[in-house]
T-cell receptor, first 113, second 109 residues
Framework: DAGITQSPRHKVTETGTPVTLRCHQT?????MYWYRQDPGHGLRLIHY???????DKGEVSDGYSVSRSKTEDFLLTLESATSSQTSVYFC????????????FGPGTRLTVL | SQQGEEDPQALSIQEGENATMNCSYK?????LQWYRQNSGRGLVHLIL?????REKHSGRLRVTLDTSKKSSSLLITASRAADTASYFC?????????FGKGTRLHILP
């Protein structure tokens, strides 16, 4: 267990509302990632961070923003949630065990009605 | 898409049998990883094989890599009910890891 928690674990919201998901790590890792997982698509990278205030886009970044003001927290924000953003969201950190293996949080199930 | 492709998409076998899953990828790699995901949980790292390795073992897991064919396989020997899960291959790409769509493995009692 790499000490990764996600909050909330489940959320139901309405179209057009803002939503923020939080990822918290206790091991001071530099790299943090946000993925979404949908049937038929596997895991797709939304955004990632390589340090405090250093972030970059992934494969499916449209409609999402991120912030990292301190090492332990990486926030994912949906400014105006849409039904297409209904998904399971996973946070991960890189543990440089000789090859950038990733450790995942437990996931957040988000439903946008 | 830069994703690798696992094959088959789904696999059901009897407990005790061996399970083989394949992964094909498109670009050159430094290493390739395999992950397992139990239902409702996050992914768990299983094994990493470097581009200069051809085979690697970890317990009941055996991974092979053929860089000339851009493919890898994961073999689980003597399967157990607890092996029921989805299995993903993943490639490192700069600071990112690109995951395939996974193989759903179901072990029948």
């Amino acid at each position: 267990d790499a000490g990764i928690t996600q909050s909330p674990r489940h959320k139901v919201t309405e179209t057009g509302t803002p939503v923020t998901l939080r990822c918290h790590q206790t091991e001071n890792h530099r790299y943090m990632y946000w993925y979404r997982q949908d049937p038929g698509h596997g895991l797709r990278l939304i955004h990632y961070s390589y340090g405090v205030k250093d972030t970059d886009k992934g494969e499916v970044s449209d409609g999402y923003s991120v912030s990292r003001s301190k090492t332990e927290d990486f926030l994912l924000t949906l400014e105006s949630a849409t039904s297409s953003q209904t998904s399971v969201y996973f946070c991960a950190i890189n543990r440089l065990a000789g090859g950038y293996e990733q450790f995942f949080g437990p996931g957040t199930r988000l439903t946008v009605l | 898409s830069q994703q690798g492709e696992e094959d088959p998409q789904a696999l059901s076998i009897q407990e005790g049998e061996n399970a083989t899953m394949n992964c094909s990828y498109k670009t050159s790699i430094n290493n390739l990883q395999w992950y397992r995901q139990n239902s409702g949980r996050g992914l768990v790292h299983l094994i990493l094989i470097r581009s200069n390795e051809r085979e690697k073992h970890s317990g009941r897991l055996r991974v092979t890599l053929d860089t000339s064919k851009k493919s890898s396989s994961l073999l689980i020997t003597a399967s157990r009910a607890a092996d029921t899960a989805s299995y993903f291959c993943a490639q490192n790409r700069d600071d990112k890891i690109i995951f395939g769509k996974g193989t759903r493995l179901h072990i029948l009692p």
